[in-house]
């Protein structure tokens, strides 16, 4: 199985680790893609690939969409910013437009991922129990929702969403499985 990760931090932390720790879990042939050290132009919605399925705009993407296309498990991750994706990972996901038209990606698979929360505002009540945690679980969810209907709108078919919440990634970490 040959796996691509395209992750949408700027930061190598967690978004990057738990990429990380997915893939070493597999056990497929990955190569993890960062977002943040690709020039990646914004879509100017000159709507070239409406018809020609190809963008005009000449950056670092003509060769990201190849390993695309040539990947059978796509994993997309991205940090929780404002309870969606990051920017970066929004600028990606709209120069992936001429795979909306091509139909190109349609049945690959896809893993999401999304980490969140804030560690220098972890509270805990006395038993133990983060009282920000529920907030956050929604905001990575929201995160996780974003991209999930960016892969809808691709055709890709999504196999597992997780999130982890905070910083100290092994420590206050939460897997979720729940859609
Ligand atoms: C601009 C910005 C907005 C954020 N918004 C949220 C949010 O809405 N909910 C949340 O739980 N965490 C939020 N965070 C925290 C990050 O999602 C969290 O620290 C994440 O794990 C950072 O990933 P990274 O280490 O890969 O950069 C935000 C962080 C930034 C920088």
Request: hydrophobic fraction near 35%.
């Amino acid at each position: 199985m040959k796996a691509i990760g395209i992750v949408g931090s700027p930061r190598i932390k967690n978004t990057y680790n738990m990429t990380k720790t997915v893939f070493k879990k597999t056990g497929f042939d990955y190569e993890i893609i960062l977002l943040k050290d690709k020039d990646i132009k914004p879509c100017n919605d000159c709507r070239n690939c409406h018809t020609t399925f190809e963008c005009k705009i000449k950056d670092d993407m003509q060769k990201i969409c190849k390993k695309l296309e040539n990947a059978d498990i796509i994993v997309f991750a991205s940090p929780t910013y404002f309870h969606n994706v990051s920017g970066l990972m929004k600028n990606f996901m709209d120069r992936c437009l001429p795979f909306y038209f091509s139909k190109k990606l349609k049945d690959k698979k896809a893993v999401l991922l999304a980490s969140g929360g804030f560690k220098n505002m972890l509270k805990f009540d006395k038993n133990g129990k983060c009282l920000r945690h529920d907030q956050e679980k929604e905001c990575a969810k929201r995160c996780l929702k974003s991209m999930g209907y960016f892969c809808e709108c691709l055709d890709i078919k999504v196999i597992k969403s997780i999130y982890a919440l905070h910083d100290d990634y092994k420590k206050h970490v939460y897997w979720s499985h729940s859609f």
